[in-house]
């Protein structure tokens, strides 16, 4: 065997070949590894709780598609479903049943939802709901928190300015700095700030845009009294509140972070779990706010591939599956097992860890304090993350690959699961 075919496994010899006609070799940043080092997986497929990259390497999986596979890859029922439906015609850009199932399905669930659009991804529903919270409210301005994600739209890509009340930055090359200049920052959990903005752009904020549950800088629960305020402060000026729950709906309680924490929101985006695993979001909201979405209103938007019947019919298997409540309770009990794992084994090893978990959503911070902000997010220890997802992934685990994003659970994560879990965390931990 030359040289050559011994050092380069079927992985390596993917990425090369990736990195070659593909930014990074990779269709989404975070998954070229950039945050943690080392070479990206190719993973060929996946069963349950379980994934096998291209070299035959069994893992499990943790980031379940950052998301959406709440019941698992490839569960029966979803894939008889989709399979059913793409039999029947992939794609028709005409209205189907499935659609009509599907946003029933929601509104039946989320009653903030009284009716909804149907989009291909969360950057395009959260896109699509500013548009329209622009235009019911007349105003220009949305005021986002630090270390949330709302998607790669123009006017979410904007990082702060030098104080609360100063211009925000284009947080990326490429973003004009005119498209950012009605998008405002907060510190997450920081009513002040929200006050403070409200204070000087007053009736100019048509939204305030939050993830209720923050996941897209690790996991950060709402302080007590944060969303409240928030509903508060956006009646109190005539704006409107946007939950996004791309990535809590259906993962923080059956019925979205809405449910769990009682606060109906004016607006509500949602994508990852709705879909099944495949790309469907949506945007809805109060009838009278979503009336005013074209072709009823005047608020233009559309989707060659909106209300994809695969797509459709993946979502509605995953949320009937979600309809017993047996079913969100074991992908929630697994999270809570693991988090107590992880804990655990941190405290007797006498390793800095903060694991934040809301339902079937966790992080561990490599930090002693509680991480209630974007700012004490990145005072955690990445280096000691990126060395505990390695060690995690040699032992067969496999973690998102950077310190500020969210582990998820599964209907389908099992006692064998949580045992090799449980192991990779204690050797990791003692490495
Ligand atoms: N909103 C939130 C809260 C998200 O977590 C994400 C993606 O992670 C998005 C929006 C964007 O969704 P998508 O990646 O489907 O465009």
Partial sequence: MSRRAVLETRNDALVARARKVMPGGVSSPVRAFAAVGGTPRFIERGAGAWITDADGNTLLDLVLSWG?????????????AAAAAVARGSSFGSSCELEVRLAEQITGIMPAVEMIRFVSSGTEA?????????????????VKFEGCYHG???????????????????????????????THLAAYNDLEAVGELFRVFGDEIAAVLVEPVAGNMGVVPPAPGFLE?????????????????????WRVHPGGAQA?????????????????????????GRRELMELVAPEGSVYQAGTLS??????????????????????????????????????AAARRGVPLSVQRVGTMFTPFFTDTPV????????????AFARFFHAMLDAGVYLPPSPLEACFSSMVHDDDALAHFDRAVRGALAC
């Avoid at 739209?153 to 100063?166: F, H, R």
């Avoid at 305020?229 to 709906?249: I, K, P």
């Fill in 126 to 142: 959260v896109m699509s709901a500013m548009r329209l919270a622009r235009a019911a409210t007349g105003r220009r301005g949305i």
């Fill in 68 to 80: 959406p596979l709440i019941a698992g890859h490839a569960h029966p029922r979803v894939v008889e």
């Fill in 260 to 284: 769990l924490y009682g606060i109906a929101p004016d607006l509500t985006t949602l994508g990852k779990v709705m879909g099944g695993g495949f790309p469907a979001a949506a945007y809805g």
């Fill in 229 to 249: 305020g928030l509903r508060r402060v956006t009646l109190e000026h005539g704006a409107l509140l946007v939950f996004d729950e791309v990535m809590t709906g």
């Fill in 372 to 383: 209630r902000s974007f700012s004490d997010a990145r005072r955690s220890d990445r280096m």
């Fill in 152 to 182: 790669h739209s123009d006017a979410l890509l904007a990082s702060a300015g030098s104080g609360v009340a100063t211009l925000s930055l284009p947080d990326s090359p490429g973003v004009s700095p005119a498209v950012v200049a009605d």
């Fill in 307 to 344: 209300g994809n019947p695969v797509a459709m019919a993946a979502g509605l298997a995953t949320l009937e599956l979600l309809g017993d409540p047996g079913q969100w309770a074991r992908a929630d009990s697994w999270a809570r097992e693991a988090a107590g794992v992880l804990a655990g």
